[in-house]
């Protein structure tokens, strides 16, 4: 399949979806003033997990949950413009960003598209919860962030559904 076709399968679903839709009215502010910061992994549904349903939080999302300077970039926006007060950085089990060795996705990369990718930083996580406690630090030492913002970094078992918390701070805390 190629071009729109290969996508038919989603664009049904939103004619679908559309049908019904009955959220129109929502404003761009997140309800539960909450930004959520996880993997891109197919098992998470970070709307579920939390108990979030459409209106309710941000969620950012790349290969390891990992707080990069593009996440912060949103996260500034979020706090500072859009009235969200706590933020979840959300790693997880089984993650594909640890299980990766970083020469063997070089070479995958390098092999598929006779490109090496030896200058992009892909972030992959060397131990748990280790990542993770790095990854609140950025937020809590992010300068554009107003002290006093809620910060938890949650670990989620994808085989038990469980997210537990490894470490709360607040923006600015020693
Ligand atoms: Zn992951």
Excluded: W
Excluded at 70 to 91: G, P
């Amino acid at each position: 399949m190629r071009g729109v076709d290969a996508f038919a399968d989603l664009l049904a679903a939103n004619a679908e979806h559309a049908s019904g839709f009955a959220l129109g009215h929502l404003a761009a502010p997140p309800r539960r003033h909450v930004a959520v910061v996880t993997c891109m992994d197919a098992r998470i549904d970070p709307l579920s997990i939390l108990g979030l349903e459409a209106g309710d939080a941000h969620v950012l999302r790349n290969a390891g949950a990992r707080v990069t300077d593009d996440v912060l970039r949103s996260l500034v926006k979020s706090v500072n413009q859009l009235e969200v007060t706590r933020i979840a950085v959300m790693h997880h089990t089984d993650c594909g960003a640890a299980k990766i060795v970083r020469a063997d996705l070089r070479a995958k990369v390098a092999e598929a598209t006779g490109n090496d990718p030896a200058d992009v930083e892909f972030h992959l996580i060397e131990e748990e919860p280790d990542a993770l406690l790095a990854d609140v630090a950025a937020v809590q030492a992010c300068p554009y962030l107003p002290a006093g913002t809620e910060v938890i970094g949650l670990l989620y078992d994808v085989t038990t559904g469980v997210a537990t918390p490894h470490v709360t701070t607040t923006v600015g805390a020693a």
